[in-house]
T-cell receptor, first 113, second 119 residues
Framework: KNQVEQSPQSLIILEGKNCTLQCNYTVSPFSNLRWYKQDTGRGPVSLTI?????NTKSNGRYTATLDADTKQSSLHITASQLSDSASYIC????????????FGAGTRLFVKA | EAGVTQFPSHSVIEKGQTVTLRCDPI?????LYWYRRVMGKEIKFLLH????????ESGMPNNRFLAERTGGTYSTLKVQPAELEDSGVYFC?????????????????FGQGTRLTVV
């Protein structure tokens, strides 16, 4: 069964600190993995997209890693800001011809001053 | 450039009524996707259009849901008759192209969602 599991479910950190969010998946055959940021009341916004051949991809203070062998990904946020408070969703696409996407439940990040 | 827009932003209807959600993708995007998040659950795929054709509708929960994309532009998702468990947030996304095979590097842009409440 294709699944995407994220941890932790929620996280509280102080402004300026770093944090790492985890994503484990069992989606097969793997096509690509994306991290999205979703602010309350908004649609998800793409942060990074990685295919199986990519190990790391950065977008400003966001750095995503992918280990296709262990089927794990992480999203590292550096020097967090209050505006980073949001849900971070890991999404894995299966290369089944229709490119079905499987969403993780998300990690809710709270950045406090 | 306008992003993906969805109408309405909120809808409250009674059980048994019909509701139609609309999604306007980014101009020129052939791929259009519908997703939904029911309370406390993760976002789930409903279906995928390539232009006006349904590429994958395996996520549609039942035959009370009907999606159309006439002319390959905007799309509608009709729920008829609505049930209580249909309540949730319905997202639409669009992307410009997809490539079969090993490399897929397209970004999907999401709308803000339509919050549907069935009472």
């Amino acid at each position: 069964k294709n699944q995407v599991e994220q941890s932790p479910q929620s996280l509280i950190i102080l402004e300026g600190k770093n944090c790492t969010l985890q994503c484990n998946y069992t989606v097969s055959p793997f096509s690509n993995l994306r991290w999205y940021k979703q602010d309350t009341g908004r649609g998800p916004v793409s942060l990074t997209i990685m295919t199986f051949s990519e190990n790391t991809k950065s977008n400003g203070r966001y750095t995503a890693t992918l280990d296709a062998d262990t089927k794990q990904s992480s999203l590292h946020i550096t020097a967090s800001q209050l505006s980073d408070s949001a849900s971070y969703i890991c999404v894995v696409s299966a290369d089944t011809g229709g490119f079905k996407t499987i969403f993780g439940a998300g990690t809710r990040l709270f950045v406090k001053a | 450039e306008a992003g993906v827009t969805q109408f309405p932003s909120h809808s409250v209807i009674e059980k048994g009524q019909t509701v139609t959600l609309r999604c306007d993708p980014i101009s020129g995007h052939d791929n259009l996707y519908w997703y939904r998040r029911v309370m406390g659950k993760e976002i789930k795929f409903l279906l995928h259009f390539v232009k006006e054709s349904k590429q994958d509708e395996s996520g549609m929960p039942n035959n009370r849901f009907l999606a159309e994309r006439t002319g390959g532009t905007y799309s509608t998702l009709k729920v008829q008759p609505a049930e209580l468990e249909d309540s949730g947030v319905y997202f639409c996304a669009s992307s410009q192209w997809q490539v079969t095979g090993f490399v897929v590097n397209t970004e999907a842009f999401f709308g803000q969602g339509t919050r549907l409440t069935v009472v």
